[in-house]
């Protein structure tokens, strides 16, 4: 569900025609819906209201700091992996006991950095990483809360790319790495070890493998508490799945049932990690037609917008759905015709989707594509010397700028001759 709808075959943002924005803002742009975005943080704070965990909004999907902030300010903390995202993350004003930071690589820097400024918990990865918090905490004279986070090694059916659960991922630490950890915390007289981390992969869109994870987890913690480890914390990561085609995910009631009553099985607290859910479905690109190109084999709508802009088709193949920003259904006589949608970037693998049917596309055409609003700003790149696109939130009727387009001068700010 989302607040992008047709009114008299216009593509609106809430209460705002987003051919306006385009024509405002210049294209490729990138469109965020307030309600959509904080519609889907409630939907899992309703869902998950008998437990009552910590949302922390994972903002590798989305860290502008705008969209994060508003997130904030319904009462999400922020789930970070970077001193890049910490650095936002501060910057929202969110509160630091609501920061979960993890990652393979903290950088001492990193951890020296996050300490300091009294996060609530470290993911930690693995034992050299744990080994390196001891020592900084030790260092700044602290006691550092930490979860270790368990690969619990089960199967997904989502891109190999987004699974991070299974044994040979490089996430997390096996079961009996884990048990060694909590059996042995008095090696790390510098950390709190009270926490299980995991995070299985993303985009999955049925319950069955979190529950399977989040079972094997409990039993792991409740074995622990048998043997005198006290585990204040589960943290049972993001991932949850969202409509980009035809897929039918599970919703946040529909998960919550699923995993609440398992949850409740243990004393500790819970913390989530969602990122696509919340932010996925309240953006889309927008983008207009440069040239239509009509070859032996295909026809190609050649967008302003390209794989630096929205990565995900060439990376991995997503579907996103493109809809026409004026609907053609009106103009008669015209016949549907398939395009592929393509960026102007120098590589064949620069495409926002394939094969997809339009009434005849038209050069300074609008196409929005859905579903961008996580994994889309935040993976672009400077490829091509494009300057980033801007961010444009839409609150009904209103709109302002979150992000500035990118100028060409600053693709040679930090470069010296
Ligand atoms: N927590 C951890 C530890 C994660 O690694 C991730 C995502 C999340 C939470 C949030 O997962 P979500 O709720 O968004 O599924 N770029 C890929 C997705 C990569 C996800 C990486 N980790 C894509 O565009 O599909």
């Not at 024509?23 to 209201?49: C, M, N, Q, W």
């Not at 207009?288 to 709508?301: D, G, L, M, Q």
């Amino acid at each position: 569900m989302h607040d992008f709808k047709y009114k008299n075959n216009e593509l609106y943002c809430e209460s705002v025609a987003v051919k306006q924005l385009a024509e405002k803002y210049g294209t490729p742009l990138y469109v965020y819906s307030h309600k959509t975005l904080v519609d889907h943080y409630r939907k899992i704070r309703e869902a998950f209201r008998a437990i009552k965990p910590l949302i922390c909004f994972s903002m590798k999907a989305n860290s502008n700091i705008a969209l994060c902030g508003i997130l904030v300010k319904e009462g999400a903390g922020l789930d970070i992996v970077s001193g890049g995202e910490l650095y936002i993350a501060l910057k929202t004003g969110v509160a630091a006991k609501r920061i979960v930071y993890a990652s393979v690589g903290k950088t001492e820097k990193e951890i020296e950095i996050a300490i300091k400024h009294h996060i609530f918990l470290f993911n930690v990865e693995s034992l050299p990483e744990l080994k390196m918090i001891d020592k900084v905490a030790a260092r700044l004279g602290r006691r550092q809360t930490v979860a270790i986070r368990i690969n619990p090694d089960v199967r997904l059916k989502t891109h190999k790319y987004i699974t991070t659960g299974h044994k040979e991922n490089k996430f997390g630490v096996d079961m009996e790495t884990a048990r060694g950890i909590f059996m042995n915390c008095s090696r790390f007289p510098h950390l709190n070890i009270c926490g299980v981390h995991i995070h299985i992969g993303s985009q999955i869109v049925d319950s069955g493998p979190f529950v399977k994870a989040i079972e094997k987890i409990a039993g792991f913690i409740k074995e622990l508490e048998q043997n005198g480890v006290n585990i204040r914390w589960f943290n049972i990561g993001g991932g949850l799945g969202i409509i980009y085609s035809n897929e039918r995910p599970q919703t946040a009631a529909e998960y919550a049932k699923a995993i609440v009553p398992i949850l409740k099985k243990i004393k500790a607290g819970v913390i989530l990690e969602p990122g696509r859910f919340i932010a996925g479905n309240s953006g889309i690109l927008l983008t207009r037609v440069v040239y239509v190109k009509e070859t032996a084999a295909k026809n190609f709508a050649i967008m302003d917008a390209g794989m630096n802009d929205l990565a995900r088709p060439s990376l991995y193949g997503a579907y996103h759905n493109v809809l026409p920003v004026e609907s053609a259904s009106y103009r008669p006589s015209s016949k549907l015709r398939s395009y592929d949608i393509v960026g102007p970037i120098c590589e064949s693998g620069d495409f926002l989707a394939k094969g997809r049917k339009f009434i005849d596309l038209k050069q300074g055409e609008l196409l929005a594509v859905m579903s961008a609003g996580a994994y889309g700003f935040s993976m672009s790149s400077n490829y091509n010397a494009r300057p980033r696109p801007a961010e444009v939130m839409v609150d009904g009727k209103h709109h302002r700028l979150i992000r500035r387009r990118e100028t060409y001068n600053d693709l040679i700010r930090n470069e010296l001759r």
